[in-house]
């Protein structure tokens, strides 16, 4: 007889939280949302815990909403994180293109939400950066890294993904 999996352990009181944050965040940003246009990335690299032992593929896609031209706010989801590979992490997002540079730009990136997971669910922040490389006008590559961390655990991560601007 084939065994399903256990249902994810989620504590309400936490979550409601995080999501009040969100519509704050996003109330704060409202005067900004009529100029504000779409920007949609994905991206697929690895994650691993502390001094790179257990790597594991992991992905996310994101939608953003392009603030000015350097400055990017969102929501981000996938499939891994430092807990595991099977973790489904819903992050709040922020790029920041910093002004060196016109076709390869230096970025600073930072998340923070809540992962859904077997063992191990609660909040997730990371912070990190990489590039952003031009590759026509509406669109990019991206090369990222960053520091993530969860309660006790924490790790690296590394991913190469697709910008696109609407």
């Given at each position: ?16 939280r995080f999501a009040w944050a969100g519509a704050l965040a996003i109330a704060l940003l409202s005067p900004s949302l009529s100029e504000a246009s779409l920007v949609l990335t994905g991206s697929m690299g690895s994650n691993s815990r502390e001094h790179f032992r257990g790597a594991m593929f992991a992905y996310s896609a994101a939608g ?103």
């Amino acid at each position: 007889m084939a065994r399903g999996l256990p249902p994810f352990r989620i504590r309400v009181p936490e979550f409601i939280r995080f999501a009040w944050a969100g519509a704050l965040a996003i109330a704060l940003l409202s005067p900004s949302l009529s100029e504000a246009s779409l920007v949609l990335t994905g991206s697929m690299g690895s994650n691993s815990r502390e001094h790179f032992r257990g790597a594991m593929f992991a992905y996310s896609a994101a939608g953003y909403l392009k603030i000015d031209d350097m400055t990017l706010v969102g929501v981000q989801s996938g499939q891994g994180s430092v807990v595991g590979g099977d973790a489904i992490p819903l992050l709040g997002s922020a790029i920041v293109r910093l002004p060196i540079g016109r076709i390869v730009l230096p970025i600073a990136t930072g998340d923070v939400g809540y992962v859904f997971a077997d063992t191990h669910a609660g909040l997730l922040w990371r912070a990190g950066g990489g590039f952003d490389i031009r590759n026509g006008r509406h669109s990019s590559f991206l090369l990222q890294g960053a520091y993530e961390r969860q309660s006790s655990r924490a790790g690296w991560l590394g991913r190469l993904g697709l910008l696109l601007e609407f």
